[in-house]
């Protein structure tokens, strides 16, 4: 099709609701932003790589950046040859759910893998909109209906776990791909898709309601970033055709905050308690919140990510050249996350800080390990004080206790070599006792120029054992921290078994006066 064509047929759609990524009325804009310096040198590798791009494994990854490459370069070839590759994988586009996650939930037709099919279909759908024939748009229509949110949209009215459970990455993730495939099935069923949107935006609504009041999440900050990145998916697109402003919510003008307490002080990662990972990306989360809302920190965190990492076709269509970055200098240092019962103390905001954590919350939260009362120390680049994070992920690993999630793995108490209690995991709501008696709650949090402290009650997660673990933390700034338990056994006829756990990579020197180093 000629450039002619193309032009044509973007003028006569009708309010382009095709174009929820807004690419094709600023097509420009976004171009001269391929020549700053953030994005010069990976632009012109990225349209080269994708020229001489040879079919992979992973297709559907592969079609969605030949398709952006095209979109903005406006390179003819590479719409042919995304289009053709696309035209290929349409039969069996969207893949059916992944054996661990069928195994884990035999109820379910659709899981993660099947959502994240449908939302690449939906942005290559819109990348290579000008080029698309009806044919092309009905293989595309009837994959998301008959294989993708078809599937997810039953599910959702059948009540499946995941569709209110507000605390969960699968919530977002699944709902977000329904209500981007909403979007694109605008064209062919308008009844259909308002039924997918409004079925989506609902749980995806009560999401962003439950974390407003400090923008945390139990799932620990990994699949915090994940799970309202998918939010943020379909807050972008509903502004982009005109529907609801979602970032008019609260949540996201407090949403940096959660990452940036949880983030290491150099932000080669963040602090990966639970399953969460020991990197730090998707600096184009925080360049959509900042070119919103004009949000300097935001900017500030995104070109603190970006820096360390190559950037994306989303940093690109979010990022604003004109936002003045503002750093954390004016926040405090220290901050009680008190919906998750997470404590974060540092010394300053320079890459060398100090830095603490002191970790409560509940063993029934998903995506938890057994840590409770568990802190974690970095100091002047180093990491003193570390945590396994998460192990290999299969069906076992989430039915039972890996020795990554093991109490013993972690930097809390240990009592006859046993396990801290865990309750039916995947409680959704941020209620400690909801879920049973395994949780940590953070109280008397003080904090000034000279001392921090906190204190977390983690009694109820030792059972039988314990009739009191208090662990509180004395914080003498800039680089001191005093730890005192306050351990009561409850009477048994034997002898008890205490370890008070300490993880490092560094050798631990016992220096026979009962002191270490």
Same mark, same amino acid.
């Given at each position: 099709?000629?450039k002619?064509?193309?032009?044509?047929?973007?003028?006569?759609?009708?309010?382009?609701?095709?174009?929820?990524?807004?690419?094709?009325?600023r097509?420009?804009?976004?171009?001269?932003?391929?020549?700053?310096p953030?994005?010069?040198?990976w632009?012109?590798?990225?349209v080269?790589?994708?020229?001489t791009?040879e079919p992979?494994?992973?297709p559907?990854?592969?079609?969605?950046?030949?398709?952006?490459a095209?979109?903005i370069?406006?390179?003819?070839?590479?719409?042919?040859?995304?289009?053709n590759?696309?035209?290929?994988?349409?039969?069996?586009?969207i893949p059916?759910?992944?054996?661990?996650?069928?195994?884990?939930?035999?109820?379910?037709?659709a899981?993660?893998?099947?959502?994240?099919?449908?939302?690449?279909?939906?942005?290559t759908?819109?990348?290579?909109?000008?080029?698309?024939?009806?044919?092309?748009?009905?293989l595309?229509?009837?994959? =998301?209906?008959?294989? !993708?949110?078809? %599937?997810?949209?039953? +599910?959702t009215?059948?009540?499946?776990? &995941?569709? $209110? /459970?507000?605390?969960?990455?699968?919530?977002?993730?699944?709902?977000?791909? =329904?209500?981007l495939? !909403?979007?694109? %099935?605008?064209?062919? +069923?308008l009844?259909?898709?308002?039924? &997918?949107? $409004? /079925?989506?935006?609902?749980?995806?609504?009560?999401?962003?309601?439950?974390?407003?009041?400090?923008?945390?999440?139990?799932?620990?900050?990994?699949?915090?970033?994940?799970?309202?990145?998918?939010v943020?998916?379909?807050?972008?697109?509903?502004?982009?055709?005109?529907?609801?402003?979602?970032?008019s919510?609260p949540?996201?003008?407090k949403?940096?905050?959660?990452?940036?307490?949880?983030?290491?002080?150099?932000?080669?990662?963040?602090?990966?308690?639970?399953?969460?990972?020991?990197?730090?990306?998707?600096s184009?989360?925080?360049?959509?919140?900042?070119?919103?809302?004009?949000?300097g920190?935001?900017?500030?965190?995104?070109?603190?990510?970006?820096?360390?990492?190559?950037?994306s076709?989303?940093?690109?269509?979010?990022?604003?050249?004109?936002?003045?970055?503002?750093?954390?200098?004016?926040?405090?240092?220290?901050?009680?996350?008190k919906?998750?019962?997470?404590?974060?103390?540092?010394?300053?905001?320079?890459?060398?800080?100090?830095?603490?954590?002191?970790?409560?919350?509940?063993?029934?939260?998903?995506?938890?390990?057994?840590?409770?009362?568990?802190?974690?120390?970095?100091?002047?680049?180093?990491?003193?004080?570390?945590?396994p994070g998460?192990?290999?992920y299969?069906s076992?690993?989430?039915?039972?206790?890996?020795?990554e999630v093991?109490?013993?793995?972690?930097?809390?108490?240990?009592v006859?070599?046993?396990?801290?209690?865990?309750?039916?995991?995947y409680?959704m709501?941020?209620?400690?006792e909801?879920?049973?008696?395994?949780?940590?709650?953070?109280?008397d949090m003080v904090?000034?120029?000279?001392i921090?402290?906190?204190?977390?009650?983690a009694?109820?997660?030792?059972?039988?054992?314990?009739?009191q673990?208090?662990r509180?933390?004395v914080?003498?700034?800039p680089n001191?921290?005093?730890?005192y338990?306050?351990?009561?056994?409850?009477?048994?006829?034997?002898?008890?078994?205490y370890?008070w756990?300490?993880?490092?990579?560094f050798?631990?020197i016992?220096?026979?006066?009962?002191?270490?180093e």
């Amino acid at each position: 099709m000629n450039k002619e064509n193309v032009e044509r047929r973007l003028k006569d759609s009708t309010k382009q609701t095709f174009d929820f990524c807004n690419i094709w009325s600023r097509r420009e804009v976004i171009l001269e932003k391929t020549e700053l310096p953030l994005f010069s040198s990976w632009w012109k590798s990225f349209v080269e790589s994708q020229q001489t791009l040879e079919p992979s494994n992973n297709p559907i990854e592969q079609i969605e950046s030949i398709a952006f490459a095209y979109a903005i370069s406006g390179d003819e070839a590479l719409g042919q040859k995304a289009l053709n590759s696309l035209r290929k994988e349409l039969p069996t586009y969207i893949p059916s759910t992944s054996i661990i996650h069928k195994e884990m939930y035999p109820e379910v037709e659709a899981d993660l893998t099947v959502a994240s099919a449908c939302k690449k279909l939906a942005y290559t759908y819109n990348f290579l909109h000008p080029l698309l024939e009806s044919t092309d748009k009905q293989l595309i229509f009837n994959q =998301l209906v008959e294989k !993708g949110a078809g %599937l997810i949209y039953r +599910d959702t009215l059948a009540g499946a776990w &995941w569709s $209110n /459970a507000p605390n969960s990455n699968w919530c977002s993730h699944l709902l977000s791909g =329904l209500a981007l495939s !909403g979007i694109v %099935l605008m064209e062919d +069923d308008l009844n259909l898709s308002e039924k &997918w949107i $409004n /079925a989506a935006t609902e749980p995806l609504k009560k999401m962003l309601d439950l974390a407003g009041e400090e923008g945390a999440g139990i799932e620990g900050t990994g699949y915090w970033c994940g799970c309202y990145r998918s939010v943020q998916e379909w807050t972008e697109a509903a502004k982009n055709i005109g529907r609801d402003d979602w970032y008019s919510h609260p949540f996201w003008q407090k949403a940096v905050e959660f990452p940036l307490y949880m983030s290491r002080p150099d932000k080669s990662g963040l602090m990966n308690f639970g399953d969460t990972g020991e990197g730090l990306g998707m600096s184009h989360f925080f360049y959509a919140i900042a070119n919103a809302l004009d949000h300097g920190l935001a900017q500030w965190f995104g070109d603190q990510i970006a820096v360390k990492h190559s950037p994306s076709i989303w940093d690109l269509l979010y990022y604003n050249p004109n936002l003045e970055p503002a750093p954390p200098d004016y926040m405090p240092t220290d901050r009680f996350f008190k919906s998750v019962h997470l404590a974060s103390f540092r010394s300053n905001w320079e890459e060398d800080a100090v830095f603490f954590i002191l970790k409560g919350g509940s063993n029934a939260w998903s995506h938890c390990h057994l840590d409770l009362n568990s802190f974690f120390i970095d100091a002047y680049g180093e990491r003193l004080v570390v945590d396994p994070g998460p192990g290999n992920y299969s069906s076992h690993y989430f039915t039972s206790v890996e020795p990554e999630v093991s109490t013993a793995w972690h930097n809390t108490l240990l009592v006859d070599n046993a396990d801290q209690r865990q309750p039916p995991r995947y409680r959704m709501s941020f209620d400690l006792e909801e879920g049973g008696d395994a949780y940590c709650r953070l109280t008397d949090m003080v904090s000034s120029y000279k001392i921090g402290m906190i204190c977390g009650d983690a009694t109820t997660a030792y059972g039988y054992y314990l009739d009191q673990f208090f662990r509180r933390i004395v914080y003498l700034k800039p680089n001191r921290f005093i730890i005192y338990d306050s351990i009561r056994a409850r009477e048994v006829r034997t002898q008890r078994h205490y370890q008070w756990l300490l993880h490092s990579g560094f050798p631990i020197i016992d220096n026979n006066d009962g002191t270490l180093e």
